[in-house]
């Protein structure tokens, strides 16, 4: 048997959703030695969903029996694929609008994983001071900065709830095909 796009899929969200549960072994209040954890719980989850998603992308290409459909990293490529064969499945079209979308849960989601790979705001840096000792300065990094908002796991379990609701629905309706 081979592993398909779908296997994948339902592998990805099967980790998101066991990162989630753990995070609710964590205690709370949350102490400051669990944070750490906390925050790479969150962010393993938004990691599993995206890459869930990409898959997923793929998998839509593989069901329609897209010639290279492996090589599909994202909605355009997607409904390109498909223009060369006609209309475009309004599963395909469904994610399309949703990735533009700025307020779905899908742009949200992007968004988190792209924020995990910037660097976070500083605070308090005095360069004068740290040129003069040559030493290197300690800095307060402000997690919950303007520039992105603090993950939590109820707004990643949303996404997950409705991602895993858009598959259902879509692999459903394409079963009836």
């Known amino acids: 048997m081979s592993i398909t796009n779908y296997v994948i899929v339902n592998q990805k969200l099967s980790c998101a959703r066991a990162l989630l549960r753990l995070v609710n072994d964590l205690p709370t209040p949350l102490p400051t030695n669990q944070r750490i954890p906390h925050t790479a719980l969150l962010q393993g989850a938004v990691f599993h969903l995206i890459y869930a998603y990409q898959f997923y992308i793929r998998e839509i290409a593989e069901r329609?029996?897209?010639?290279?459909?492996?090589?599909?990293?994202?909605?355009?490529?997607?409904?390109?694929?498909?223009?060369?064969?006609?209309a475009p499945p309004s599963d395909a079209l469904e994610l399309s609008s949703l990735r533009r979308d700025p307020h779905s849960w899908v742009a949200k989601m992007h968004e988190a994983y792209a924020a995990i790979g910037h660097l976070p705001t500083q605070k308090d840096k005095n360069a004068v001071e740290t040129s003069r000792d040559r030493l290197i300065a300690v800095v307060a990094i402000d997690s919950e900065s303007g520039d992105t908002e603090a993950l939590t796991q109820l707004q990643i379990s949303e996404w997950e709830k409705a991602f895993s609701d858009l598959i259902f629905r879509q692999r459903e309706v394409s079963a009836e095909y």
Do not use: C, N, P, T
């Open 64 to 86: 329609r029996q897209v010639a290279r459909h492996l090589h599909i990293e994202s909605e355009d490529q997607l409904l390109a694929a498909f223009e060369s064969a006609g």
